[in-house]
């Protein structure tokens, strides 16, 4: 009987495991989706915004390549508004997505000439996009 429970066991356990796996897999896809959708999206924002790395492409908004982490306000080089340069927030998933959803929420006197991104899909491919400019 304990080989048979064993061997159960090693069943069930292997089974898991490849249960497991497939969310992973899908979860991997919809990842790679949902960055390549926020590329296309980025078109919407290319006509201001930069988003390649160490890029000395001078346009009317700031380069956003490695956003994530960074300090708003404190890309050097890059004459932010006075609200923005004193926010005091680090960009990340949520304060990018209540950035895009309404700008002037976050620094009420931004230069940014956006009214913001109402679809939340949108929005989170967007930040997924930005997200993988690492």
Do not use: I
Request: aromatic share 8%; proline share 4%; with cysteine.
């Amino acid at each position: 009987m304990q080989r048979k429970s064993g061997r159960l066991l090693l069943a069930s356990g292997l089974l898991a495991a490849l249960v497991g796996a497939a969310p992973a897999w899908a979860q991997a896809e919809a990842d790679a989706a949902s960055v390549a959708r926020g590329k296309r999206l980025f078109m919407r924002c290319a006509a201001c915004h930069e988003a390649v790395a160490g890029s000395k492409l001078v346009k009317t908004g700031p380069n956003l390549h490695g956003l994530f982490g960074r300090s708003a306000g404190a890309l050097p080089g890059y004459q932010f508004s006075t609200d923005l340069k004193a926010a005091g927030f680090v960009w990340d998933e949520a304060k990018l997505d209540a950035w895009l959803v309404k700008p002037t929420a976050l620094a009420p006197n931004t230069t940014m000439a956006f009214v913001g991104m109402t679809d939340a899909a949108e929005r989170k491919a967007l930040v997924a996009f930005l997200r993988s400019l690492k």
